[in-house]
C-alpha cells in the first residue's frame, strides 16, 4: 500500500514537473518568437520550387542541406501585373516587400523606387553583400541595389551599383557591363578610385570595407566548370562579413537553377542544385556555430514546370519532365533556420518575408 502510494506520488510530480516543463517550454517559444538575429543570409534558388527541391533529393546520395531547417513555408509569387512572375518582380518583391510588374527593378508598380532590406539594414549600420554566379546585374541581385524600369537596361544597373553607398560587397559576374559600356566609362575604375577593391577571381582579397569581385565577362560558366565558385565566394563572404560590429546582411544566388530549367536541360540543373546545396550546407554551418544567424532560402518563382514522373506508369523510376521552357506559378518553398525561424511557417506572400525580417529586428525595441 505505502510503495503503491510512493509510485503514484512520484507520478503526480512527474506530471507536475511535465506540465511546468511544457509551460515553460511555451513561454520560452513566445520569447524566441521575439529573438532578435545579428546576422541575415537570405539565400534565393532562381527557379527553384518544391519539384526541383525534391530533384536535388532524389539525385543526391546524402540527405540534402533542406532537410537540416527546422522551419517551413510556402510563398506565392504572383507579380502585380501577371500570374506568371519574372525574376525581376519576384526578386522585387522578396528584396523589398512590394508587389511590382513583371520586368521591373526596385520599384513598385507606380515605378517609385522602393528601398530593399539590403539599403535599409545598411542604413542601421549592418555590412551587406550581394553574391551570384550570374551578372550581378541581373534581375535578382538587381533588386537588392538597383532601381530601374527595365530589367534590361544592364548597364543603368551597372552604375547603381557603382554609385551604391550601402553595398560592401559584390561577387558575381557582368564585368562587361562596367569596363565595356556603350557610355565608354570604366565604372571598375572609377570604383577603385572611389575607394573600392577590385579583383577578377576569388583569389588574393585582402581585407578591406568595400570589394567587388567581377569573375567573369558574362555570366560564370555553369556547375562544375565554374568549380566551387559559389561555396568558396560564400564563405570568402562569410569571413569577410562577420568581422561586422554591427551583424551583416548578405543575399546569395543560386542563379543558374533558373538558366538550366529554361533549357529543359535535367542534368545541368542537378548540377545546379547540388552546388546550391552545398553552398546551404556552408552556410548553415556558419549559422549552427554563431547561432545568431536567421538564414533563409527561398526562390522567386519556379521555372520549367518540373514533375518527376514514370512514363511507364510503373511507379518504379523517376524521369524528369519539363513542361514549359518558361516560368510556372507555383508556390515556392521558404526554409528558415536560427533565431526567429519559427515565424517562416504557413502560406505567405513573397512580399511577406521581408516584411517578417522587419518585424524581427524591431521586435527588441517593443
Ligand atoms: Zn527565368
Not at 352 to 357: E, M, N, P, Q, R
Request: proline share 4%; aromatic share 8%; charged share 20%.
Amino acid at each position: 500500500m505505502k510503495k503503491h502510494f510512493l509510485l503514484s506520488s512520484i507520478s503526480l510530480v512527474t506530471i507536475l514537473l511535465s506540465i511546468s516543463c511544457s509551460m515553460s517550454k511555451d513561454s520560452s517559444a513566445n520569447q524566441k518568437t521575439c529573438q532578435q538575429p545579428t546576422n541575415i543570409i537570405l539565400m534565393i534558388g532562381d527557379g527553384m520550387s518544391t519539384p526541383q527541391v525534391y530533384a536535388a533529393m532524389l539525385t543526391s546520395e546524402n540527405p540534402t542541406s533542406f532537410e537540416r531547417f527546422p522551419f517551413t513555408g510556402l510563398a506565392k509569387t504572383y507579380s502585380k501585373s501577371h500570374k506568371i512572375t519574372d525574376s525581376a518582380a519576384g526578386g522585387t518583391a522578396i528584396a523589398t516587400g512590394h508587389k511590382t510588374n513583371n520586368g521591373m527593378i526596385g520599384m513598385d508598380s507606380d515605378s517609385i523606387p522602393v528601398p530593399s532590406v539590403l539599403e535599409i539594414l545598411s542604413e542601421k549600420g549592418m555590412k551587406t553583400g550581394v553574391i551570384a554566379t550570374s551578372y550581378i546585374t541581373h534581375a535578382t541581385p538587381a533588386s537588392f541595389v538597383a532601381k530601374n524600369i527595365n530589367r534590361n537596361n544592364y548597364e543603368e544597373i551597372a552604375m547603381n551599383f557603382a554609385k551604391s553607398n550601402k553595398v560592401d560587397l559584390l561577387i558575381g559576374g557582368g564585368r562587361k557591363h562596367f569596363n565595356q559600356r556603350q557610355d565608354g566609362v570604366n565604372l571598375i575604375e572609377q570604383m577603385v578610385s572611389e575607394g573600392w577593391n577590385y579583383y577578377d577571381t576569388l583569389i588574393n582579397i585582402k581585407e578591406s570595407d568595400k570589394t567587388m569581385i567581377l569573375a567573369s565577362e558574362g555570366h560564370l560558366p555553369s556547375y562544375p566548370s565554374r568549380g566551387n565558385f559559389l561555396p568558396d565566394a560564400t564563405v570568402l563572404a562569410l569571413e569577410k562579413l562577420s568581422g561586422s560590429e554591427n551583424g551583416f546582411f548578405l543575399m546569395i544566388e543560386g542563379s543558374q537553377i533558373d538558366f538550366a530549367a529554361h533549357n529543359c536541360d535535367s542534368t545541368y540543373l542537378v548540377n545546379e542544385l547540388h552546388d546550391f546545396d552545398n553552398t546551404i550546407n556552408k552556410v548553415l554551418d556558419f549559422a549552427e556555430k554563431d547561432g545568431n544567424t536567421l538564414v533563409i532560402v527561398t526562390a522567386d518563382h519556379e521555372t520549367g514546370g518540373l514533375t518527376m514522373i514514370d512514363t511507364n506508369g510503373r511507379y518504379t523510376e523517376t524521369f524528369f519532365k519539363f513542361s514549359t521552357g518558361s516560368h510556372s506559378p507555383l508556390m515556392v518553398p521558404v526554409f528558415a533556420f536560427g533565431p526567429g525561424s519559427e515565424n517562416f511557417t504557413g502560406i505567405m506572400e513573397n512580399t511577406d518575408i521581408v516584411k517578417k525580417i522587419y518585424q524581427l529586428l524591431e521586435c527588441n525595441h517593443n
